[in-house]
């Protein structure tokens, strides 16, 4: 076995190294820290219904087994071989992909209710988790919801009235005016009022929909107009809000959790700052804003709101908090919320346990003073999602390799698909949520790089490369953070990890090595002599294995390896991003040279048929804009339908078939501009 | 005195020798010969070569061989032609037209030639063919592949008749090798006339995009023959022969990407049809279960997959070398390796033309199970076809003698066969893909296998016909034929397996099968349907 462009004395060490084996790293294999104990006396159910998808339904089939509690999956159609699917002891199919006929459908989920002879039912969060019609169903036919009263979900789903019913609790919230506002002058007198800057927008809106932001008594005049308009067209309710804008604020949020005997506790609060368009990206608990006393008033505030409108179960109050630590009433979640593992990693409750108790009508164990914050708990949203593209726009497709970083300590997964699942353009695009606890939040971090880079997901764009960028920013490390963060940070967006010279260098040599290892069948390696500089890059891996463990000059790094291919060209995985390297021996680069470059023939805004057959469906129109991966159109051949996609995200610039058409092998379908 | 000072050579050598005045001069010629036998056509041609974006004949050599492994033959043989003033010195290069010899790619022995360009263009004489003759001889002899690279304007005219008996001397020998010992053709320049019948003959047929061109005839007599337009480039590119034709396997970017992707594919050829298939050092898990494949068949049995995801997923490291990717996509071919020995895998392709089998496509996996099976690489099997395409342009085109080119194949390979029944296997198309009734050896089904003569529909209008409750009986007949039990219960496939076990037991099955002894009866030859 010789080996191209390598000196015979490298070559006799590696053969020599060639058959030392591979040892796979070992860890202990994680487990929820959760400090309660369950008690097994405590009866609560014995079949609960958790009418859900995803990581969600998986996490609570989870503390269902712990208890003893048998499950219920609903599932539509696509997901018939789930993980929550196959998780729990019994499986209903409610319907199609489309959420509105399957997790949506009342009717389906009632009739599987009956049909296992569910006790309980789980909402998850989304889907029915805050539809009061469900839970109103649900009472009608014995079945207990595992969740608030119907009255507290009506009470905080409304913006106004959960607003002053928080005024009347004496929650602090954001001073403003809601109500018919007639005259643009009212409008101005009503702002002045409050003090500039405001924010106007429809009483009925949701979200940060069609909300306007004023700093003077012209653009206050002009936000009425707009929002006036908006309000009496899009809505049929002319209720204007106008409040307070809070600029550069955080966006902190507490949990509690109440029974139905009038207890309630704040088990502390949550980070939520780190977000695009209004989505959370990485939140961690506790806050290193808050100081006790803060954390103490916004808390016993949360409390309050809860005990006015006697809600039991957990929840979320979420508070704007601006540089002063002046904190704001937001809205209240009567949910479970994807980001709380960080508050059970803290605290040790497992708030899926408590809210089955306490849906069965026990007595919370805790006092305020047993609420503790042990150590520091970051949450990352791992999506299919490109992050290049506006800080995260969805992408498709199958898991091929999907490896979670369970191996390591401190470090908690929760997620509802595995290796060969499909992320469809039919649910949320979240992959994972990548927990990672510490006892100090420098611990949380760097247990979190770790995690990043020892998580390996193929077949779908991630966002693992804006995650990575953000916990190691000196900002974010810093905690000089707000909603901002990403834009003020990546103004001109995300583009990747930027190397320097020395991480440049790590990168290069740590592909020769592995070329080099490629080339020798060898697993241990090697100093490398690149040019200029030396680097000693060792490591014990397998080439099959999409991770690399090395060791380079001293330091530790986790590497991944998405791609290697003959002609020298590696994708490697390093620091989160994916960089493109080429290693060649020296007359390979030497001859390299003489090559001409090539500009690539863009085939990319021309879709042809890619085979004779008839056009069922056209889904796009000259003028729409398609998502790379997006359906343009649907080819049947030999009664088998063809989904044709985008390579890339474009403007569809015209459309030459139509449905029920049929066509030939490289007919002209679709131009992109 | 001074005479012994003026011929001692070497003086510090201990045992200083003398050399007669002839000799000197001998050994001068010899550096002189070999220097120009380097420089080929001279530095100037070596120049405009490079400036064309292509390498030198040595270059390329160098390149593809390990490194300092060349030995190099006939370095001083030069062409023997005396008319139109070719015999003048300034005529004659060392070594002629083409660099021989034979070297090592990662430690195995091959046989290479390389056509110089920089020399009359690369054009064939006599002694270029010589050269090439002797190689290949000598390839013959001790059982190792023979790899060209091609870069000639054609015949030497000059030459007249020779040029042409030293093609046919060529031909010849790629024919006798054909199946002792892989031959390989990468063009990186121009290949016209009657050249372009060499690499048609050997095995395997690379191109370099952009620079290298293969045809009979070139766009101007086309053009005065036939009346039609056309540039080299939509001739004879590499784009036309990987895509249309089907006369090249495969295109590379430029010389550098193509000499090492013919390294790494050089590792998974046997050196000799004497030759088991090589087997790897592998680190991937021959055990390891692959639970992507369990859900990667859809839901709906009208819905398209990707085949290369299957392929990708079972073999080491997802190393897949694809042959003719962009030729017959609905058929997908190449190279492996299944715990570390070198496998053909051929498979369906359910994303084109539903998986279909057609002419083009037919043909493409004949070829490649022949080579297979001619060169000891077990041969394994993804089935998920249709039928074969209907229509007149298949019926017109052939599809009967060309479809049975493939049936003929699979039937008449020795080889260690495995086949995997993903979904459908309707119709004859379930007979030609290395079923069990073509001496396959081990025959599995995933669970969402269906082996019948046609889809429910059609069966149902046929057995069915004018009856009512059409919709009942299809049922009847999906429930009846729409699962591997009708295939399983008959012995016609071995076992009914969970898909994210097929690697391990591939890779088990290869184990044992590796000891297989099959032989087809006597004959002179058999006689496949060309």
């Known amino acids: ?673 | 005195s001074k005479l012994r000072e003026k011929y001692l050579i070497n003086s510090s050598q201990r045992d200083c020798r003398w050399y007669s005045v002839s000799n000197l001069s001998v050994k001068e010629r010899i550096e002189k010969k070999r220097k120009a036998a380097l420089l080929g056509g001279g530095q100037k041609r070596i120049d405009a070569q490079h400036k064309k974006g292509k390498l030198t004949a040595r270059e390329r050599v160098e390149l593809l061989l390990d490194p300092e492994s060349f030995v190099e033959s006939d370095m001083f043989l030069e062409h023997r032609c005396s008319d139109f003033g070719m015999e003048q010195d300034k005529n004659k290069f060392p070594g002629d037209s083409v660099v021989t010899g034979r070297g090592r790619i990662n430690g195995r022995l091959v046989y290479v030639f390389s056509q110089d360009f920089t020399v009359f263009g690369g054009s064939l004489s006599g002694a270029h063919a010589q050269k090439i003759c002797k190689i290949m001889d000598q390839a013959m002899t001790v059982g190792a592949p023979v790899i060209g690279l091609n870069d000639s304007g054609g015949a030497r005219i000059q030459e007249g008749v020779e040029s042409l008996a030293g093609y046919a001397d060529i031909f010849l020998r790629n024919v006798l090798a054909s199946g002792v010992v892989p031959q390989i053709s990468l063009i990186m320049g121009p290949c016209a006339g009657g050249a372009v019948y060499s690499p048609a003959l050997t095995d395997f047929t690379f191109m370099v995009k952009d620079t290298s061109y293969l045809f009979i005839t070139g766009p101007d007599v086309v053009k005065s023959v036939t009346n039609e337009d056309v540039t080299q480039e939509e001739l004879g590119g590499a784009k036309t022969h990987t895509t249309v034709s089907g006369v090249a396997h495969r295109a590379f970017e430029n010389d550098v990407e193509a000499l090492l992707n013919l390294r790494e594919f050089f590792n998974f050829l046997p050196l000799s049809n004497q030759d088991p298939a090589p087997i790897r050092e592998c680190h991937d898990p021959n055990d390891r279960l692959v639970p992507a494949l369990d859900t990667i068949v859809p839901f709906e049995s009208t819905k398209a997959y990707d085949m290369l995801d299957i392929v990708h997923a079972i073999v080491d490291e997802r190393d897949f070398f694809e042959i003719m990717p962009n030729y017959a996509k609905n058929i997908v071919v190449g190279f492996a390796r299944m715990n570390g020995r070198t496998v053909g895998i051929v498979g369906n392709q359910p994303k084109v033309a539903s998986g279909c089998l057609d002419i083009n496509s037919s043909v493409k996996g004949a070829r490649f199970v022949r080579f297979c099976d001619a060169f000891n690489i077990p041969i394994i099997t993804f089935v998920d076809v249709p039928g074969f395409l209907p229509g007149t342009a298949q019926e017109y085109g052939g599809i009967i003698r060309h479809g049975a080119k493939l049936l003929y194949a699979f039937a008449e390979a020795t080889v260690p066969k495995i086949t995997v029944i993903t979904r459908k296997a309707y119709g004859g198309a379930y007979d030609v893909m290395s079923s069990k009734h073509l001496r396959g050896d081990v025959n599995y089904a995933w669970p969402t296998a269906e082996v019948a003569v046609m889809g429910a529909k059609g069966a149902v209008q046929i057995i069915f016909r004018g009856k009512e409750n059409q919709a009942e009986a299809e049922a009847e007949y999906v429930d009846k034929f729409a699962n591997p039990f009708p295939a399983a219960v008959r012995g016609f496939v071995d076992d009914i397996i969970e898909p994210s076990t097929t690697r391990k037991k591939i890779c088990r099955d290869l184990e044992v099968l590796a000891s297989k002894k099959q032989v087809n009866p006597w004959k002179k030859h058999a006689n496949i349907p060309l």
């Open chain 1, 1 to 673: 076995m010789a080996s191209h462009g390598l000196s015979p004395s490298l070559n006799r060490l590696l053969l020599a190294l060639k058959y030392a084996t591979f040892q796979p790293r070992c860890c202990a294999v994680h487990k929820a820290h959760y400090s309660t104990v369950y008690n097994g006396n405590e009866k609560t159910f014995d079949k609960i219904l958790i009418a859900n998808r995803g990581e969600i339904a998986c996490r609570v089939i989870k503390t269902c087994k712990k208890m003893g509690i048998q499950t219920v999956a609903v599932h539509s159609d696509v997901d018939s071989s789930a993980v929550h699917v196959k998780m729990a002891d019994e499986a209903v199919c409610v319907g199609p992909a489309p959420t509105s006929k399957s997790y949506l459908n009342m009717d389906a989920i009632m009739d599987a209710i009956r049909s296992t002879g569910a006790q309980a039912v789980h909402p998850g969060y989304g889907f029915l988790s805050e539809n009061k019609e469900f839970a109103k169903r649900l009472a009608a036919e014995g079945v207990t919801f595992i969740g608030p009263d119907t009255h507290a979900i009506q009470a905080m789903g409304d913006k106004i009235e959960s607003k002053l019913i928080a005024k009347a609790a004496k929650v602090n919230t954001i001073p403003g005016f809601d109500g018919v506002v007639k005259t643009a002058e009212e409008a101005v007198k009503i702002a002045q009022d409050i003090g500039y800057p405001v924010m106007i927008k429809a009483s009925a809106g949701g979200g940060g929909k069609g909300m306007r932001i004023a700093w003077n008594n012209e653009e206050t005049r002009e936000g009425f107009r707009f929002s006036s308009q908006e309000a009496a067209s899009s809505f049929g309710d002319d209720r204007l809000l106008i409040e307070k804008y809070i600029d550069n604020p955080r966006h902190i949020e507490i949990q509690v959790l109440a029974d139905k005997h009038g207890n309630a506790l704040w088990l502390n609060e949550r980070e939520c700052s780190i977000q695009r368009r209004n989505q959370k990206v990485v939140e961690e608990a506790p806050s290193t804003f808050l100081d006790p006393s803060t954390r103490r008033a916004m808390g016993e505030q949360a409390v309050q709101l809860a005990k006015a409108v006697q809600y039991s179960s957990a929840g979320t109050v979420e508070f704007l908090v601006d540089s002063k630590k002046n904190f704001y009433f937001l809205e209240m979640n009567t949910r479970l919320q994807v980001e709380h593992p960080i508050t059970e990693c803290i605290t040790g409750l497992d708030l899926v346990e408590q809210m089955i108790r306490v849906a069965k009508g026990y007595k919370l164990h805790h006092k305020q003073e047993d609420i503790p914050i042990n150590g520091w708990a970051i949450e990352s949203r791992v999506y299919a999602e490109d992050p290049y593209k506006s800080f995260g726009l969805p992408s498709i497709g199958r898991l091929s390799q999907y490896q979670e970083p369970v191996n390591l300590c401190n470090v908690r997964v929760d997620s509802g698909i595995q290796e060969g699942s499909d992320i469809s353009i039919y649910y949320d695009p979240m992959i994972s949520k990548l927990v990672t606890y510490g006892a100090t939040r420098a611990e949380a971090l760097s247990k979190m790089e770790d995690a990043l880079d020892n998580y390996v997901i193929r077949g779908v764009t991630h966002n693992i490369p804006l995650l990575r960028e953000i916990i190691t920013h000196p900002r974010f490390i810093s905690g000089d953070i707000s909603t901002n963060f990403l834009p003020e940070v990546y103004p001109d967006g995300f583009k990747g990890h930027q190397l320097e010279a020395s991480t440049r260098r790590e990168l290069l040599a740590s592909a020769a090595a592995l070329h080099v290892a490629s080339q020798l069948r060898s697993q241990r390696i090697l100093v490398l002599y690149i040019r200029m500089f030396s680097l000693e890059v060792c490591g014990q891996w397998s080439l099959a294995s999409p991770l690399l463990p090395l060791t380079i000059n001293n330091t530790h790094r986790m590497l991944q390896s998405l791609s290697r291919d003959a002609s020298g060209e590696i994708v490697l995985q390093y620091l989160g991003t994916s960089f493109k390297v080429r290693v060649l021996s020296k007359l390979a680069a030497e001859l390299n040279s003489y090559m001409p470059e090539k500009v690539p023939e863009d085939t990319t805004s021309i879709l042809r048929s890619p085979m004779p057959g008839t056009v069922v469906a056209v889904s796009v129109k000259a003028g729409d804009t398609v998502a790379e991966g997006q359906e343009i159109c649907v080819i049947e051949a030999m009664k088998m339908q063809n989904s044709l996609t985008a390579v890339r995200q474009a403007k569809v610039k015209s459309v030459h078939c139509k449905a029920g058409e049929t066509v030939g092998e490289g007919d002209l379908l679709v131009e992109l501009e």
